[in-house]
């Protein structure tokens, strides 16, 4: 079939402009709300590559400048409309911001500010330590995670690291308005973005043991069935501590304390102390303490194999926090146990630089982050700073190799391959700030429209955003509120050719890797949502400035 894939929300306008044609025509015209032509092109042709399934030809329209709304047009065929102008994103940026806020456990989502997507008080009652014979513990508040309503350290840890970081490296996060309970602090009060992210830095606090070590989740034992999270009433269990999710939580907190210091120095100075409390448990606790669900239980896992990294996101944040030496002394010695975990990664077939991982697993890139900020003159820095930049090489080099110039590769399209997307991303934004290159902006703009609907299955995977938006993600309470459109924001997994669920499994075999996806609220393995998979999104948005 004959189709037209563009980024359906729109371009900057002196971004970088394509869209991708599926089939053969002399010329193409971008043309404007009237119907009129403001541009003519030719096509060029890429030709077939292995990931997205179509024959390309590329509509380059970069020069076409004056903000509108506009089509592309070849042959008969005619895109959907997008815009071109500054204000672009606006939308998008408060869209993917206020998710956060339907994410919200605990007290209940207000009519004033969730509109119809209200919902009552959730996840109230106290939380039974798994295995211990003590006294509940009151851990309500954060965001739920993901299409379940699980509360999950690292998860949450890392969400809240992609927003931090990116208000230090993009202040301009901090101007964005989008509708939540305004709260009070020193200045008077904090902007939206560290409003909403002292939501689930409260809960993380209430996660943290006296002993300075932190419970790796908050769940029921098992995942609720498809109710609205008020109608969720089965027993909470916060199961084992683990050091994966204290080495997040002394980092996530040590960076925290550097944004919230300036809105509200008794909160920041209580982040420090918690950051300093956490990284003394995992001094006096050397060895790894990984985590495994107890029997019977089916919660997410968030399993690491190993804690090296989460350590060391750990010394450089606190490094940057404090300035004090023994971090970086620390930040250096893990430094050389994670190179040589990398190696041995290497060995067995997996392909990057461990230096800039930055999911929920491996978060070396996280410690990255803090040393790009701290700018210190050492050795570290110096070498952090290039294994981003090569990376971000490698990256435009894969982007070369398809007709849609995205950085991935054919395997990268695993579970949740949207966040593998934005990941690369942040490498490239982040890469952009230490060294400019316009092929690092060409990939980042190439991302974005992949994302926004330049794919070959013409979806734009961030609801409520592009006219062919995906609507049906696997996430309790939108497919139980009776409301036909999910909020506004949502970034899907997307495509994943394991296809690792019943309904996934039934689409045709040996699929291009870009068409392993179906917009079915069924498909939790290709079309979830989780908190990390918006987070990049904002970090990203904001180094589009
Ligand atoms: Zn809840």
């Given at each position: 079939m004959n189709k037209i894939f563009v980024n359906q929300v729109g371009f900057l306008k002196d971004s970088a402009k394509r869209a991708v044609v599926n089939f053969k025509a002399p010329d193409f015209k971008v043309i404007d709300a009237q119907g009129k032509a403001v541009?003519?092109?030719?096509?060029?042709?890429?030709?077939?590559?292995?990931?997205?399934?179509?024959?390309?030809?590329?509509?380059?329209?970069?020069?076409?400048?004056?903000?509108?709304?506009?089509?592309?047009?070849?042959?008969?065929?005619?895109?959907?409309?997008?815009?071109?102008?500054?204000?672009?994103?606006?939308?998008?940026?408060?869209?993917?911001?206020?998710?956060?806020?339907?994410?919200?456990?605990?007290?209940?989502?207000?009519?004033?500010?969730?509109?119809?997507?209200?919902?009552?008080?959730?996840?109230?009652?106290?939380?039974?330590?798994?295995?211990?014979?003590?006294?509940?513990?009151?851990?309500?508040?954060?965001?739920?995670?993901?299409?379940?309503?699980?509360?999950?350290?690292?998860?949450?840890?890392?969400?809240?690291?992609?927003?931090?970081?990116?208000?230090?490296?993009?202040?301009n996060l901090l101007d964005i308005e989008f509708d939540i309970p305004k709260e009070k602090c020193d200045k008077g009060l904090f902007p939206d973005i560290l409003s909403e992210v002292k939501v689930e830095l409260d809960f993380l606090m209430k996660m943290q043991r006296e002993n300075g070590s932190v419970?790796?989740?908050?769940?029921?034992?098992?995942?609720?069935?498809?109710?609205?999270?008020?109608?969720?009433?089965?027993?909470?269990?916060?199961?084992?501590?683990?050091?994966?999710?204290?080495?997040?939580?002394?980092?996530?907190?040590?960076?925290?304390?550097?944004?919230?210091?300036?809105?509200?120095?008794?909160?920041?100075?209580?982040?420090?102390?918690?950051?300093?409390?956490?990284?003394?448990?995992?001094?006096?606790?050397?060895?790894e303490l990984l985590f495994k669900n107890a029997e019977g239980s089916n919660t997410g896992e968030y399993g690491e194999s190993e804690d090296i990294s989460n350590r060391f996101w750990a010394a450089c944040s606190l490094y940057e926090a404090t300035s004090d030496d023994r971090y970086y002394q620390d930040a250096v010695k893990l430094s050389e146990r994670l190179i040589s975990f990398d190696k041995a990664a290497v060995k067995k077939g997996y392909q990057g630089d461990v230096f800039t991982c930055l999911g929920w697993a491996e978060?070396?890139?996280?410690?990255?982050?803090?040393?790009?900020?701290?700018?210190?003159?050492?050795?570290?820095?110096?070498?952090?700073?290039?294994?981003?930049?090569?990376?971000?090489?490698?990256?435009?080099?894969?982007?070369?190799?398809?007709?849609?110039?995205?950085?991935?590769?054919?395997?990268?399209?695993?579970w949740g391959s949207n966040m593998e997307l934005l990941k690369y991303l942040m490498v490239l934004t982040v890469s952009n700030v230490i060294a400019t290159e316009k092929e690092f902006e060409d990939a980042i703009t190439s991302g974005i429209d992949y994302l926004l609907g330049c794919n070959s299955m013409d979806v734009s995977y961030v609801t409520g955003n592009g006219e062919k938006a995906f609507k049906n993600p696997h996430l309790r309470p939108t497919a139980v509120d009776d409301i036909e459109e999910p909020w506004p924001g949502l970034v899907s997994g997307g495509p994943n050719v394991g296809l690792h669920d019943p309904k996934a499994s039934e689409l045709p075999k040996n699929l291009p890797a870009m068409k392993c996806y179906l917009d079915d609220v069924e498909c939790y393995s290709l079309n979830e949502i989780t908190i990390y998979w918006n987070s990049p999104l904002v970090f990203v948005m904001g180094g589009l400035q």
């Open positions: 541009y003519e092109g030719a096509l060029s042709h890429f030709g077939t590559d292995d990931i997205s399934g179509e024959d390309t030809f590329i509509a380059d329209f970069s020069s076409v400048t004056k903000e509108g709304t506009y089509k592309i047009k070849a042959g008969d065929t005619e895109s959907v409309s997008f815009t071109i102008g500054d204000k672009s994103y606006d939308q998008l940026k408060k869209d993917i911001c206020k998710c956060f806020y339907y994410l919200r456990c605990g007290a209940a989502l207000d009519r004033e500010h969730a509109g119809v997507y209200y919902h009552e008080p959730c996840h109230l009652s106290k939380a039974t330590v798994y295995g211990e014979d003590t006294e509940p513990v009151d851990v309500s508040g954060g965001w739920h995670d993901a299409g379940d309503f699980g509360r999950y350290s690292t998860a949450g840890a890392v969400a809240v690291a992609h927003l931090l970081y990116g208000v230090r490296f993009f202040p419970w790796h989740k908050v769940t029921t034992f098992n995942h609720a069935d498809f109710i609205m999270p008020e109608d969720d009433k089965n027993e909470l269990f916060l199961f084992n501590v683990s050091s994966l999710a204290t080495g997040d939580i002394a980092a996530v907190f040590a960076l925290a304390y550097t944004v919230y210091k300036d809105y509200d120095k008794a909160y920041a100075d209580t982040l420090l102390d918690k950051a300093l409390k956490a990284y003394q448990w995992l001094n006096e606790n050397p060895d978060v070396a890139g996280l410690g990255g982050f803090s040393l790009i900020l701290k700018n210190a003159d050492n050795v570290l820095t110096a070498s952090i700073k290039e294994s981003f930049v090569s990376e971000a090489k490698r990256l435009c080099s894969n982007a070369s190799k398809n007709g849609f110039n995205l950085c991935m590769d054919k395997k990268d399209f695993i």
